[in-house]
Every structure is written in structure tokens, then in C-alpha cells.
């Protein structure tokens, strides 16, 4: 987990434990139904505001992919209250931070500051909740930013383009097949309206979440949310979150990319996994457990066996993306060695993989990881901003506070046979294998 008028309280105001350490969580809801939830960290005077909507890519109306992040681009653009540039003015004046992000099930924006200015952040994040401000001239700028960031980080990046294509066949119905960026063809048609629609659609107190990390007492924070926030009406009721699914893989799949740009050769494998929202309890905890011990470390099972021992691959590497709504991907990269193709190098981590499922891992491996896997999520969330990015992800897929408090339990309930059944999910005839090679190398 490891990758948001009068004011009623939430039943679940009480204390919660954290996870997975014990941070005294307070979480409230306005009228209105903004959910608040205040974590408070007071080894510095500083807080980390977030504000997380429930939408992302994967809600892009057909035939307008990358509006949501579009979207989060024009954000920054200003109200009559704070025109464009002027609250960095401010925050660049008390040494603060902001920015943002969308992925395909969430849009968040989030600033950093001393905690007497929180009040202000909370201000500016509720004006621009319902009083944006745009212009045909603002949006065709930005879209050409958006259009320039998609040529920066696919369109001129190979292996970047081989993983979108690998994604848009393991998800070919559900919208998460398509990128976050949005498709080139279809980001040049994106215009005011589009954007408009999109922001009264979803941007919303009840379809938001207001997390707050920091130096701060949980009822100070409810005090201001409500002054902030509280008076904002809610928007008609909120979008279901449903989309159509794919069906079941039933067939290996793969795809080759040949560019005069590639001098390395690369293996990338992609399945289609259950998440911790859709998956039944104990598939992810097994997934993100199976991902350390195949590629977590240089004492991983694929590296010992194919760097160090066979020397098919000089490097390897794994990410699970566990909180998604929907099911979401695991993905195995390998850079093979000098004069193997990723064809073989595929072959040999299949060899490696049933190998795997007559043998299992060991049990003292298994004890490591868990061990490790929780001590990796104590370090990282020893970062205020990574407690608030933990529970906003977590709370805007669908996730509760029992459910992250519970996080470490369920990571020591994963047994051997959790993880027989989580390797049967790497079947490489669900897969979608990726080949990225030399221009010359195909012909």
C-alpha cells in the first residue's frame, strides 16, 4: 500500500490506530459530505493539506481520454478570489510547497506549509472546488503543455510507449487500458466545455476527501474545514463508480516494439491482478508479498536466478500496483544480458516461475518478508506526506481506516498457499509479454 453549513459527525470520529504505526486518526464528515480526516504529527510545526477527489482517468467520458488530468492542469488557473499564480505567490512567501496529481481512480492536490497556514490552504482549495475560471485562450495554452508533456514522457520514450500498449491490451474494455495522458489524437479535441463539464460533474464536497497530516489538533482542523469547506453546496448526487469490465484472459498476448532509439533490449510482462478494493481477502496481501520475494532485493528468487546464477538478465524488477477500484497490474521488467533476446529471457523466468509452484519459498523467506514489508512501511510513512498520500489513496479507492489499521495483520495472515494461488495468477497464458528491441534487431 506500499504504490477529499451544519456540521454532523461521522460515527467513526472515534481515535483509530493507524497503520502500521499507531497515529491517533480522527475523521469527521460535513453536512455537506466532505469526509475530513486529520493524522496528527507533531515532531515539526508543518502540515500537508490534501484534498482527494474520488475520479480519475478511468472516469474520461469516450472519446475525451486525459480530461481528468487535463483538468488537473487547469485547476491552476485560477478564480476571481485567487487569480492564476497568485496563491504560489503566497505560498512561495511562507517557504511552502503545492502540487498534484490524477491517476486512474483518483485526482489529488496537495500543499505543504507551516502550520498557521493551514486556514489559508483550505481557503483556496474551497474556492477553486466550485469557482474555477477559464478561457478558451487559458485552455488551448495549457492543452499544448499537456500535448508537450505526453511528447516528454511516451511519445519520445520507447519503452514508455511499449508499456502503454502492453496496458491497453490487458485492459482492452476497462477504461484503466487507456493513459492517464490521455491519447494524442484525442487530448488535441479537449476544449473549455469539455473541462467544465468534467469539473461540475466530479469536483465536489461529497465526492472529495480532505486529509491533514501535521502539527495540528483534530478539532481546530474540523473548525476551519467547516468554515472553509462547510458552506459549499454539494453538487447533485455523486457519479457511481462503474465501469465496464473485461473479460477474462484466456490467451497469451504479445507485442514488439523495434526502435532506432533502443540500444538496451527489454522484457516487460504484464497481468491483469486482483487490487485490495476488488480482490477477495488475502489475494493482494499474497500479490505484494510474492512481488518482494521474486524482486524486492538483491536476495530476491529472479535476481539470484537470473543475474546471479543463469546470467540471462542483468537486472529485474517488479511493481504491483495494489489500491486500484478495479482489478490493477503486476509487471515484471528484466534487462537481458549481452546476446540474449527477451524471448529467451522470457522463457527462462517461465522456467524460474514453475519451478516456483512445485517448490514454494521457504519458510524463513516468507518470515523475512514480512518482516521487511512492514519495517519498509514504518520508514516510509515516518514522512508526513506519505501518511497523508497512504490514507488518501487508500480512503478515495473504497478502502476504511479499519481496513489500512489492519494492514499489518493481514500481511503476517499470508501463508505458502496464499502464495501457490497468487503465482497461478502469473500464468503466462493470461499474460501480455512486451519485447522492446533494436531497430536492426527486427529486421
Not at 487535463?70 to 499564480?85: D, Q, R, V
Amino acid at each position: 500500500m506500499a504504490s477529499s453549513a451544519t456540521l454532523r459527525r461521522d460515527p467513526s470520529g472515534e481515535a483509530v490506530d493507524a497503520a502500521p504505526r499507531a497515529a491517533p486518526v480522527a475523521t469527521y464528515r460535513l453536512q455537506n459530505g466532505l469526509q475530513i480526516v486529520v493524522i496528527p504529527d507533531r515532531r515539526s510545526p508543518v502540515v500537508t493539506h490534501m484534498v482527494w477527489y474520488r475520479t480519475g482517468s478511468s472516469e474520461d467520458p469516450i472519446g475525451k481520454s486525459g480530461i481528468a488530468h487535463f483538468l488537473e492542469h487547469l485547476m491552476f488557473k485560477g478564480t476571481a478570489m485567487h487569480p492564476a499564480g497568485h496563491f504560489g505567490k503566497i505560498l512561495a512567501g511562507v517557504g511552502g510547497q503545492e502540487n498534484a496529481f490524477t491517476s486512474h481512480d483518483v485526482t489529488a492536490y496537495h500543499q505543504r506549509v507551516p502550520k498557521q497556514n493551514l486556514a489559508t490552504c483550505m481557503a483556496y482549495e474551497a474556492d477553486r472546488m466550485r469557482n474555477l475560471v477559464l478561457d478558451d485562450a487559458t485552455v488551448a495554452s495549457e492543452r499544448d503543455v499537456v500535448l508537450a508533456e505526453r511528447g516528454m514522457i511516451l511519445d519520445s520514450k520507447p519503452a514508455s510507449l511499449l508499456q502503454e500498449a502492453l496496458e491497453a491490451a490487458a485492459f482492452p474494455a476497462h477504461p484503466s487500458g487507456r493513459p492517464v495522458i490521455g491519447w494524442r489524437h484525442e487530448i488535441e479535441t479537449l476544449g473549455r466545455e469539455d473541462a467544465l463539464a468534467y469539473y461540475r460533474r466530479y469536483y465536489a464536497p461529497q465526492n472529495a476527501i480532505l486529509v491533514v497530516a501535521g502539527d495540528a489538533e483534530p478539532q481546530a482542523v474540523l473548525e476551519m474545514a467547516e468554515a472553509a469547506y462547510g458552506a459549499i453546496p454539494p453538487s447533485d448526487a455523486p457519479p457511481e463508480r462503474r465501469r465496464v469490465q473485461d473479460p477474462p484472459a484466456r490467451m497469451h498476448r504479445q507485442i514488439t516494439l523495434a526502435d532506432t532509439q533502443v540500444h538496451q533490449p527489454q522484457l516487460m510482462r504484464l497481468h491483469a491482478v486482483p487490487s485490495y478494493i476488488s480482490g477477495a481477502p488475502g489475494e493482494a496481501e499474497a500479490l505484494e508479498m510474492l512481488a518482494f520475494l521474486l524482486a524486492g532485493d538483491p536476495t530476491s528468487v529472479l535476481h539470484t536466478r537470473l543475474v546471479q546464477e543463469r546470467k540471462c538478465a542483468t537486472s529485474v524488477g517488479i511493481s504491483y500496483w495494489d489500491t486500484a477500484i478495479d482489478r490493477s497490474r503486476f509487471l515484471i521488467t528484466a534487462t537481458p544480458a549481452p546476446d540474449v533476446s527477451p524471448e529467451t529471457l522470457e522463457h527462462t523466468l517461465e522456467d524460474v516461475l514453475r519451478d516456483l509452484l512445485k517448490t514454494g519459498f521457504e519458510a524463513d523467506a516468507i518470515k523475512r518478508a514480512k518482516t521487511q514489508l512492514v519495517a519498509s512501511a514504518l520508514y516510509a510513512l515516518d514522512s508526513q506526506v506519505s501518511l497523508a498520500n497512504w490514507y488518501g489513496m487508500a480512503l478515495a479507492c473504497g478502502m476504511t481506516l479499519e481496513d489500512i489499521a489492519a494492514w499489518p495483520v493481514r500481511i503476517e495472515a499470508v501463508t505458502a498457499e496464499h502464495l501457490h494461488d497468487a503465482l497461478l495468477k502469473l500464468d503466462r497464458r493470461s499474460a501480455v509479454s512486451g519485447y522492446l528491441l533494436e531497430a536492426a534487431a527486427a529486421a
